[in-house]
């Protein structure tokens, strides 16, 4: 997938294209590919608010069957990007694929969040960015977990030996969140100090970086 838009298969023996689809705007996060217990290939992918008219809108994400190309579902998640806002809007975080007791679930994280899009998830309206569960065969949000900052911190998930999953997601305030996986709840949770400190590039621009300190 590109800043375009295009998502893209090639055949890697031959370099030639097998199926391209248009996506409706940038694509930043890595695609992620789930093989079913039927053999089924599947891609999941969603985009960014970037190429589109600032203003509210919505972005998607969507699965699709990785050998033809054929769109399984499509769900639409509210957002909006103010006319001076420089700040990355959608899902610029890689989404997580479900396995064990979480097989049948796949998390996007999104930033940027419209009150349209908080009222859709079921999150409180000053949220910024949620981390989502959906359902892989429908797409449908099963549940979402509302931050009070924006994020483009990719979520992990962690299992037992029992199988039961959580899932980490970082904020860019600091914050960072342990949810249990079927259910969304939060059960741990640790605030890092944000520490901003400037580095001198080779140009000789100062850029402002966020770096995360425990002290």
Request: aromatic residues 6%; hydrophobic residues 40%; contains cysteine.
């Amino acid at each position: 997938a590109d800043m375009g838009g295009v998502l893209r298969c090639v055949d890697t023996d031959t370099l030639h294209p097998v199926w391209a689809a248009a996506t409706g705007d940038a694509v930043m996060a890595a695609v992620a590919l789930d093989l079913t217990e039927s053999r089924e290939l599947n891609l999941y992918t969603a985009n960014m608010y970037a190429n589109r008219k600032k203003g509210k809108g919505e972005i998607q994400i969507r699965r699709y069957d990785a050998l033809s190309g054929k769109e399984a579902w499509c769900t639409d998640i509210g957002v909006v990007k103010g006319k001076k806002e420089k700040a990355d809007v959608g899902a610029k975080a890689s989404p997580v694929i479900g396995e064990e007791k979480l097989k049948d679930l796949v998390f996007f994280t999104v930033t940027g969040l419209s009150e349209e899009g908080c009222d859709q998830l079921g999150v409180p309206g000053e949220s910024k960015s949620a981390l989502i569960a959906l359902d892989k065969d429908t797409g449908k949000v099963q549940w979402a977990m509302g931050m009070e900052s924006r994020t483009v911190s990719s979520p992990v998930a962690v299992y037992d030996k029992n199988g039961d999953g959580w899932i980490i997601q970082c904020a860019q305030d600091g914050n960072i969140y342990m949810v249990e996986g079927m259910s969304g709840a939060k059960t741990a949770s640790l605030k890092l100090e944000v520490v901003r400190r400037q580095l001198r590039t080779h140009s000789s621009v100062f850029m402002t970086y966020p770096l995360l300190s425990t002290s």
